[in-house]
């Protein structure tokens, strides 16, 4: 275990217009609530830090994360990283005017590795996170994708992850497609190679349907934080006092039902994924009392 | 905008993101301008110096921005002040950061980078970035009273993301300690008007904006002893 390290509790936040929303493989969006409800609940709860990720952003050219971010930051005091659609050093420039503390950075990297060392050098290594999406290849080597895992890029994500490194980024949000939303777990294999090649923290995401798999992929893969939705979103839902509003774009059928579960997903909240963290020597942020 | 609200000067010397600060501020029922005026700083009941990035840098900037002699005659003035990271780093005598560089001084003691080594010959990840303990020094419990972190408990969480460290000529102005890795050093300080944290209250949740709230409400009782 790495001595002194607290380990992060991340809720991302996947944004399609003004609805919290969230897919399988970040396909199928269903609408969730209003983003700033769930934000405001897991800030209040202790998340470590907050992730929004515009996730149409790309496909459409918009971003209009601008506005949930600018209202969140004026009520929310814990880090904020937001990714999609981030192209420029303008845009970045102008999300954090908004309020964010970090991005996430895919595509623009991808297609300008040099970006990452000029976002690094003008607001620091510790602005700039690059999200990557690996899906798993027949052969066992894991490739990175762009536009949730739609694009091929071809970029073999282990070299990718060390480029990235060697560029000066401060972190990596590592998220395995093939498990996303599924509720099966991380992809430990997956992360224990990142996390072992590259000295930045690396960020999990992608799978955790129960408590163990949290564990496990910090336990052993070395994972330095964990970005969780599912989890943590249905059961807010099944409590009934976050989704009851949203506004009617995309996909509503799932929340008309409020059943507030999902196939093969432990609801759970953070306060309890932090004892149990904790219980099990995880270093993190929770005082037992 | 309250009129009876102390009026806080957030410092912008141009190298890092304030909106955080202010938003802080304003939660707490202070009125916060962003500026780069030494008029504005000179006016204001309180003043903030946040900052990230380089200590060089930072204090080419206030020079070149005529804030360095400003935030000295403030200080002086016995107004209260308040650092935040390389805010705090700055008030220092001087800083090894790429090379030894002069800080405003108004703190005796220096400032020195994390090893890349541990005392057990480990590799230590410099910067420092994420939730860390504050703790007083000696196990005092009385320390805090009276402080902007009355009601915090000793051993609670704040946010930091930093590569170097202060060490203060004197222990007396060492308000919290944190240990990172095998390395335990001074994690705030508090200097007659001047409190200043490594760590960002800003960005450390719910018991973070209770340190903002103590000093506003400290603020106010200054304005208006009646409080």
């Known amino acids: 275990m790495k001595k002194g390290v607290n380990i992060r509790i991340i809720p991302r936040l996947d944004i399609k217009g003004p609805n919290l929303v969230k897919g399988i493989h970040l396909e199928g969006l269903r609408v969730l609530g209003k983003p700033e409800d769930f934000a405001k609940r ?76 000029e976002a690094a050098t003008i607001f620091g290594s510790s602005t700039v996170t690059i999200a990557i999406e690996a899906i798993k290849q027949p052969n066992g080597d894991y490739l990175a994708y762009t536009d949730n895992g739609r694009e091929f890029t071809g970029v ?89 509003k949203y506004e009617g774009e995309g996909n509503t059928e799932f929340l008309k039902k409020k059943t507030g579960t999902f196939g093969k997903i432990t609801n759970t ?5 932090k004892k149990y963290l904790f219980e099990h020597d995880i270093p993190c942020r929770y005082r037992n009392e | 905008m309250n009129k009876t609200n102390p009026r806080i000067a957030i410092i912008d010397y141009k190298l890092s993101n304030l909106f955080s600060v202010k938003h802080a501020c304003e939660f707490v029922g202070m009125n916060a301008e962003i500026t780069s005026s030494r008029d504005d700083v000179l006016n204001a009941d309180g003043a903030i110096l946040p900052g990230v990035g380089a200590f060089g840098d930072a204090m080419k900037n206030l020079e070149n921005l005529n804030l360095v002699s400003a935030i000295k005659e403030f200080v002086k003035s016995g107004k209260p002040l308040m650092g935040i990271c390389l805010g705090l780093q700055l008030l220092f005598s001087e800083s090894e950061e790429f090379g030894p560089h002069k800080g405003l001084g108004i703190i005796p003691g220096k400032v020195v980078k994390f090893p890349s080594i541990n005392s057990d010959g480990r590799v230590i990840k410099v910067p420092q970035i994420g939730w860390n303990t504050i703790h ?11 402080t902007p972190l009355l009601g915090i408990a000793d051993g609670e969480f704040m946010y930091f993301v930093h590569s170097y460290y202060i060490i203060p000529d004197n222990t007396r102005d060492v308000l919290t300690t944190t240990t990172y890795d095998t390395i335990t050093y001074a994690s705030s300080i508090l200097h007659d008007n001047v409190i200043a944290f490594q760590f960002h209250p800003e960005k450390s949740g719910i018991e973070g904006v209770k340190i903002y709230k103590n000093w506003a409400l400290h603020l106010k009782k200054l304005n208006n002893p009646n409080i």
């Not at chain 1, 994360?65 to 845009?91: C, Y």
Request: some cysteine; glycine content about 8%; hydrophobic content about 45%.
């Open chain 1, 156 to 244: 073999e994500v282990l070299d990718w992850a060390k480029k990235i490194e060697s560029l000066g980024a401060g972190e990596i949000l590592l998220t395995s497609i093939d498990r996303e939303g599924t509720g099966l777990g991380f992809d430990k294999e997956l992360t224990k190679r990142i996390a072992a090649a590259v000295s930045i923290p690396v960020v999990a995401c992608g799978g955790p349907g129960k408590l163990e798999h949290i564990y496990e992929v910090i336990h052993e893969s070395q994972a330095d934080a964990v970005a969780i939705a599912s989890m943590l979103h249905y059961d807010l839902i099944g409590q009934g006092n976050a989704s009851a």
């Open chain 1, 269 to 273: 909240n953070i306060s309890a994924i």
């Open chain 2, 136 to 146: 007083t020094p000696d196990s005092d419990p009385l320390k805090w009273q009276n």
């Open chain 1, 42 to 117: 897991y800030y209040e709860m202790g998340a470590d830090e907050l992730l929004y990720v515009d996730v149409v952003a790309s496909l459409y050219n918009r971003n209009s994360l601008h506005d949930i971010i600018s209202r969140t930051a004026k009520e929310i005091f814990i880090p904020m990283t937001v990714g999609g659609g981030i192209r420029t050093i303008d845009d970045i420039k102008s999300v954090l005017r908004a309020g964010a503390d970090k991005v996430a950075l895919n595509t623009a990297a991808i297609k300008n590795p040099e970006i990452i060392r």
